[in-house]
């Protein structure tokens, strides 16, 4: 069974991320809000902060989910 992921990130995700306090965390989810052109109730995801903080995408699901993530589908993984 598979878990449900979550991709909506929160300033308190970052803080393992980033290795800063939560109120550092909150400033850099706003100057990314800002750069991405959403308004401050629009919901930030985990693209978006992979591109800014110039990670994987993989790695940030990772540290917001807390779990180890396997993006494979269900064909490649019948390839291997």
């Not at 449900?4 to 980033?18: A, E, G, H, S, T």
């Not at 306090?21 to 959403?38: A, P």
């Amino acid at each position: 069974m598979m878990k449900n992921l979550r991709y909506v990130v929160y300033p308190k995700d970052l803080i393992p991320l980033l290795g800063r306090e939560d109120s550092y965390c909150r400033e850099w989810v706003r100057i990314i809000k800002r750069k991405e052109n959403l308004e401050k109730h629009q919901i930030l995801t985990y693209v978006e902060v992979a591109k800014h903080l110039r990670l994987s995408e993989v790695n940030i699901l990772r540290a917001i989910n807390h779990v180890d993530v396997d993006l494979t589908t269900d064909k490649e993984k019948e390839k291997d």
